[in-house]
């Protein structure tokens, strides 16, 4: 086998040092001698440590550092996949495939040792397939899709659309919401990443994703982890899942219906299997049930819950198939039946969404949005429209918008998310502007941040038509407080008319761990930011005021982390500052306008500092 990888690669022309940059050059020869001889050259070991990227999607970049990385991450990509794609058609057997990988990531310390080896044996047949099965696969494709959020392009991509239903003559926008109604509260729960290993007094400071684990006993005082949790990198033990849902019957019994936008398995993304993300998710919407009773749950997947993590397999791979995901929804039709109605089950056998009519006039529409992110390998191998999902979507608005519903989407990753696919967020959005009028509001996790995003047009003249609410997250991973939010939502017109957001202070309850945490509602929305209402418009006009005033700024950076003692330590400067700003106007990674707008009122309205 490494005989015949030795001629192909023999055969292989790379530029010479006269026509691309040494570290390029030397990073390309490096990893062709590694495929030879699986030996590391000290050249190729020097180049790594120049360009190693520790944590590499780990890490949260604001967009000046993304901008300055990408000259040399897109690149190293493309070397080194290429390096992969072409050694798999050459012959390397899948174990090879994952050998080279391993090496990549090891190298330039993606991961540790034990992640990179973990990650790889659980997804390197994946890869195997996806190049096996898609003979015009390139490394340029795989960079662009897996390092979206660093702007790696691909040259030769053709986008695909999804055919929108025209607007209905007599079915205009409507001007003004209908007669408002009384109001009613929906709970928000996302984000709880369950750990079953999670141990008090393991060790809370790793280079693992995951750490408290229970195999790693701390050795410091200080590096201990805590009973109710850990800022450093640590997900929820059982017992602090069981007091928030606990705290929440006692806190809200007026609450009458809740949104479980997602995330239940634990950040232990090289160790994950069929069995044990089977038991956690079980145990926990079993406990949802018998906490909350006939109360009314609307629960969506999140990119954990799949085994490898982020996968959702390709609607080509046949559902016997052993890398077929399908076993994600078959797993999750049965458990949220407590709460659906069976028609829901079509849908989410064939991609984990559905829709209901929650009562008459008020549909709830929960997409698989996981599909979008850019981590999960199966976009490789196809993007367009996962599972129809978006075709349905569409679909679905215009037979709500016949009947003259209102409607909530529940999605995961949100949008504007650097790392949502491109192709996939712009096609969403263009759904999205195309029924506003009907859709109230938009809820989504993932980031574990508590945000609010609002959807401009893309006229001359934007104007602010939608918006979407980040749930935060019940972990505390990583330097948060647990939070859930609690919506005040117009009866009639299913708008939000405001929302508190609940959290303890993680420091504090370590502190006692024999009493329960102190919830308390952090902080109202309109009352903190000096809001008359929560419309796309009113949110728009906060956003301008916060590129004036520092006070503004700080507290959505306050709130965002739920004044979490680590998260306060590390403060928000300006380039944070901006980072938020701009994630409040980007509904499609890429599209820089609000964000460009925004920023240039930032820069013009705060002082500039004095030269030392």
């Known amino acids: 086998m490494y005989l015949r990888l030795v001629l192909i690669f023999a055969l292989v022309q790379f530029s010479t040092p006269t026509t691309i940059s040494d570290w390029k050059y030397n990073l390309y020869r490096g990893l062709q001698h590694y495929v030879r001889t699986g030996e590391e050259s000290d050249q190729l070991r020097l180049t790594a440590r120049e360009i190693a990227f520790p944590q590499l999607f780990r890490k949260s970049y604001v967009r000046k550092q993304r901008d300055m990385m990408e000259s040399i991450v ?42 990179c080896k973990g990650v790889v044996e659980l997804n390197r047949d994946i890869l195997g397939y996806i190049i096996d099965n898609k003979p015009d696969l390139t490394s340029e494709r795989v960079c662009s899709i897996l390092l979206q959020n660093f702007n790696c392009k691909d040259s030769n991509r053709t986008d695909w659309t999804i055919k929108i239903p025209p607007r209905l003559r007599n079915n205009a926008p409507q001007v003004q919401d209908p007669k408002p109604g009384k109001s009613y509260k929906i709970l928000q729960l996302t984000d709880m990443h369950y750990d079953p290993d999670y141990k008090i007094g393991s060790n809370a400071v790793c280079v693992e994703p995951l750490c408290c684990q229970v195999h790693s006993p701390g050795l410091r005082s200080e590096d201990k982890a805590g009973y109710w949790g850990d800022y450093r990198g640590c997900d929820l033990p059982w017992h602090s899942v069981v007091d928030v849902l606990d705290h929440v019957v006692d806190q809200h019994g007026d609450v009458d219906l809740i949104y479980f936008t997602g995330d239940i398995i634990n950040h232990k993304v090289w160790k994950t299997n069929i069995k044990e993300n089977t038991e956690a998710i079980s145990k926990v919407f079993k406990q949802l049930k018998e906490t909350f009773g006939n109360l009314k749950i609307y629960p969506i997947l999140g990119n954990h819950e799949p085994h490898p993590v982020n996968m959702f397999s390709s609607k080509f791979v046949d559902n016997n198939h052993s890398l077929s995901t399908r076993w994600i929804f078959e797993l999750v039709a049965e458990e949220w039946s407590r709460w659906l109605p069976k028609e829901t089950k079509q849908t989410i056998l064939k991609g984990g969404y559905y829709t209901v009519l929650h009562r008459p006039g008020f549909r709830i529409i929960a997409l698989n949005s996981n599909v979008c992110y850019t981590m999960n390998f199966w976009l490789f191998h196809d993007d367009e429209d996962p599972f129809g999902q978006l075709q349905w979507l569409a679909d679905t608005l215009a037979k709500a918008e016949k009947l003259g519903e209102r409607v909530h989407i529940l999605s995961h990753v949100a949008t504007g998310d650097a790392t949502c696919l491109h192709n996939w967020a712009e096609e969403y959005t263009k759904i999205i502007y195309r029924f506003s009028h009907i859709i109230s509001a938009q809820f989504n996790g993932h980031t574990h941040n508590d945000d609010t995003v609002i959807l401009f047009t893309q006229d001359k003249k934007p104007e602010p038509v939608n918006i979407a609410f980040n749930g935060g997250s019940l972990t505390p991973y990583s330097d948060l407080n647990p939070n859930y939010k609690v919506y005040e939502v117009d009866s009639n017109t299913q708008n939000v008319l405001d929302f508190d957001t609940w959290s303890y202070n993680l420091t504090e309850a370590n502190a006692d761990p024999q ?90 309205n705060r002082p500039k500092p004095k030269p030392t």
Not at 79 to 103: H, K, P, Q
Not at 521 to 537: A, M, Q, R, W
Not at 554 to 582: H, P, V
């Open 74 to 115: 897109c690149p190293a990509c493309d070397i080194g996949l290429g390096i992969v794609i072409t050694a798999r058609r050459a012959g390397a057997s899948v174990e090879t495939l994952g050998d080279i990988i391993e090496f990549i990531c090891k190298s330039i310390i993606i991961e540790s040792a034990e992640v």
């Open 515 to 604: 009493i329960s945490p102190q919830w308390k509602k952090l902080y109202s929305f309109k009352e903190s930011f000096g809001l008359s209402s929560v419309t796309p418009n009113d949110v728009a006009k906060l956003v301008e005021r916060m590129t004036k005033d520092p006070k503004l700024t700080e507290s959505y950076f306050r709130f965002q982390s739920r004044e979490a003692d680590s998260s306060l330590a590390l403060g928000c400067d300006s380039d944070c500052e901006i980072e938020n700003i701009c994630y409040m106007v980007t509904f499609v990674h890429g599209k820089n306008f609000q964000c460009q707008t925004f920023t240039d009122m930032y820069n013009s």
